[in-house]
T-cell receptor, first 108, second 115 residues
Framework: AQRVTQPEKLLSVFKGAPVELKCNYS??????LFWYVQYSRQRLQLLLR??SRESIKGFTADLNKGETSFHLKKPFAQEEDSAMYYC??????????FGDGTTLTVKP | EAGVTQFPSHSVIEKGQTVTLRCDPI?????LYWYRRVMGKEIKFLLH????????ESGMPNNRFLAERTGGTYSTLKVQPAELEDSGVYFC?????????????FGPGTRLTVT
């Protein structure tokens, strides 16, 4: 079955430490992969997508087709990065398939 | 510009009752999506409207769920009768076109609690 796996439900790091949120996907075609973020008391919003290959708020994610992974990384975590992060892919049909989400806590 | 809005923000009902959730997409967005997050689980796709037509309703869990988008503007999602397992957060999202599916703008969600 097509799905997205985020193995860590909770991740805690100290401010200034590197952070990596893992995401693996299983999809037979060529999906478009995304990371969404939901900060406390805010709505879900797009953080970045693999096609654009851009860095948003210091976060980057590289699509590794061999490992079917799309891990989200940031070299120096900030307290304001604390949030719920969802990895997702979109098919040509438009609907998104999400992982379970990872709650990131950045401690001072 | 107003974003996607959802009403109510929170609903508590008893098992067997009916609840109707509403979503107002961003003006001009033809694509409207409903998703659901059950406690501790992933956000799951429910269905997708293109204007007033159901493009994909493969995620609807059963026939107790009925979604409509009359006139291609706002959408409603009715649960009748509600069961305990229907509890969760229901998200609505809209996007301007299928070519720009990454531009899915999400609403704040409706938290449904069935007791």
């Amino acid at each position: 079955a097509q799905r997205v796996t985020q193995p860590e439900k909770l991740l805690s790091v100290f401010k200034g430490a590197p952070v990596e949120l893992k995401c693996n996907y299983s999809y037979s075609g060529s999906p478009e992969l995304f990371w969404y973020v939901q900060y406390s008391r805010q709505r879900l919003q797009l953080l970045l997508r693999h096609i654009s290959r851009e860095s948003i708020k210091g976060f980057t994610a590289d699509l590794n087709k061999g490992e079917t992974s799309f891990h989200l990384k940031k070299p120096f975590a900030q307290e304001e990065d604390s949030a719920m992060y969802y990895c997702a892919y979109n098919t040509n049909a438009g609907k998104s398939t999400f992982g379970d989400g990872t709650t990131l806590t950045v401690k001072p | 510009e107003a974003g996607v809005t959802q009403f109510p923000s929170h609903s508590v009902i008893e098992k067997g009752q009916t609840v109707t959730l509403r979503c107002d997409p961003i003006s001009g967005h033809d694509n409207l999506y409903w998703y659901r997050r059950v406690m501790g689980k992933e956000i799951k796709f429910l269905l997708h409207f293109v204007k007033e037509s159901k493009q994909d309703e493969s995620g609807m869990p059963n026939n107790r769920f009925l979604a409509e988008r009359t006139g291609g503007t706002y959408s409603t999602l009715k649960v009748q009768p509600a069961e305990l397992e229907d509890s969760g957060v229901y998200f609505c999202a809209s996007s301007p076109s299928l070519d720009r599916v990454y531009e899915q703008y999400f609403g704040p969600g409706t938290r449904l609690t069935v007791t």
